[in-house]
């Protein structure tokens, strides 16, 4: 057969063989090797002459010498959709698509939708499997469905303490285990009211998200409250901060680097536009550092990366970046020029000073590079006595900028 859909991955479920379309029988029949769980191998009746290897842990190390079957007939079984947060969805990054058949089940996230009655489109459905429980934060919003695939039986338990510790603690978990299968079995409560400690390890939730009255809830622009980050004083304000971000012009999947993090309002922000955001904050202040993990956790993107130490040591060796914010540190040497050095061409670059110093830097790289110098100032009401005025904050200098596709780089 040479190399031609050598490999086929077949979805299947807890009704196990009975349940597989002829088309996945076939490919797991006339497979030479056969991979997979313990668990999804147990439902596959023995055939002559094949070999079964159960997946190691972790899973990872079985891939070289599966790549090595390259040409052979080899099927994997993979739980419902192999595509959808599976393996399938990982060796597609190893094996061409040319290369592979995929037969998928249904997935945990159809079966779920199809017993709730939930329209699937309507839904945000994501995996807290192996990843921390705090990305749920930004996708709490109300009247959102959520489905979310468990990492085991103690996620139920944890969610339900997150939602009563964010306000949501009027929220239905629907809780099902083993779906498609004998053991199928469904445990529903708010998460005020959850009481289970531990579920089967297999299982989903179906998430119907209600908020109490005033509960802080994640708004879907840019522009956070101030005082929903711990800072020390070191943080973009909040007018500033939405115009920055929208100078750096995120882009889905796009990797930022925060240069001068201070509280990492900027990295937060960044990722809070899209799940596929990444952002490394780069900071060098022991406290500093500390606050900008309390605050990306408690904002729902834990998965930012930080960089500890001083620019420009700090940078290197990074993962090359889309867009660049400075935020501190403009005037130490070669800081500027290293950023704008690392783009590529298209990727963007945005700086705010609010010193004489800073802003003397910026107007060189303004005349060096070209882009955008602006200036903001604000000023919000306070009190004057008995009275309201308005009192200003110091202004701000923004440049951005974007690299040209042609010669763009820093020169002396």
């Known amino acids: ?22 088309a996945a029988r076939a490919a797991v029949e006339g497979a030479a090797i056969l991979h997979g769980g313990s668990r999804h191998l147990d439902l596959i009746p023995v055939v002559a002459g094949q070999e079964r290897l159960p997946w190691p842990s972790p899973m990872t190390d079985a891939f070289p010498g599966l790549l090595a079957r390259r040409g052979q007939r080899v099927c994997v079984l993979a739980s419902g959709d192999p595509s959808w947060y599976g393996v399938g969805a990982t060796l597609s990054r190893l094996v061409p698509a040319a290369e592979t058949r995929v037969i998928p089940a249904a997935s945990a996230f159809s079966l779920a939708a199809s017993r709730l009655g939930w329209p699937l489109q309507d839904c945000r459905c994501l995996t807290l499997h ?67 400690e531990r579920t089967a390890d297999l299982n989903t939730i179906a998430l119907d998200c209600v908020a109490a009255s005033g ?11 101030d005082d ?59 406290e500093r550092v500390a606050r900008i993990l309390t605050n990306a956790a408690a904002l729902g993107v834990p998965g930012l990366t930080l960089a500890r130490g001083k620019a420009p040591a700090a940078l290197e060796g990074l993962e090359r970046p889309d867009a660049v914010f400075i935020g501190g540190g403009l005037t130490a040497d070669d800081v500027l020029a290293t950023c704008w050095d690392a783009l590529p ?9 609010v010193t004489l110093e800073s802003e003397a830097v910026l107007f060189d790289a303004h005349k060096r590079l070209g882009g955008e110098l602006t200036q903001l100032s604000v000023a919000r009401a306070s009190a004057v006595g008995g009275f309201r005025g308005w009192r200003a904050a110091m202004p701000v200098t923004l440049w951005r900028a974007e690299k040209p596709y042609q010669e763009g780089a820093w020169t002396a």
């Not at 304000?237 to 939405?242: D, G, L, P, Q, T």
Request: hydrophobic share 45%.
């Open 1 to 22: 057969m040479g190399t031609a859909r050598w490999l086929s991955i077949v979805g299947i479920g807890e009704d196990g063989w009975d349940g597989l379309s002829p």
């Open 130 to 196: 192996g990843r921390p429980l705090e990305q749920v934060v930004p996708h709490l919003q109300p009247n959102a469905k959520l489905l979310l695939l468990s990492w085991d039986g103690t996620t139920p338990a944890k969610l339900a303490a997150l939602l009563r510790a964010r306000g949501f603690g009027a929220s239905r978990l629907t809780v099902l285990e083993a779906m498609g299968g004998p053991r199928e079995a469904w445990l529903e409560a708010t998460a005020d009211a959850w009481s289970a």
């Open 215 to 225: 509960t802080r809830i994640l708004p879907l622009a840019p522009g956070l409250p």
């Open 228 to 286: 929903w980050f711990d800072h020390d004083g070191q943080i973009t304000k909040r007018e500033v901060r939405a115009v920055t971000l929208s100078f750096l012009a995120p882009r889905r999947g796009e990797l930022l680097w925060d240069v001068g993090a201070g509280s990492g309002s900027i990295g937060i922000e960044w990722m809070l536009r899209d799940p596929a955001n990444r952002a490394v904050a780069v900071e060098h202040h022991p």
């Open 345 to 353: 061409p298209g990727g963007r670059i945005a700086a705010n000073a």
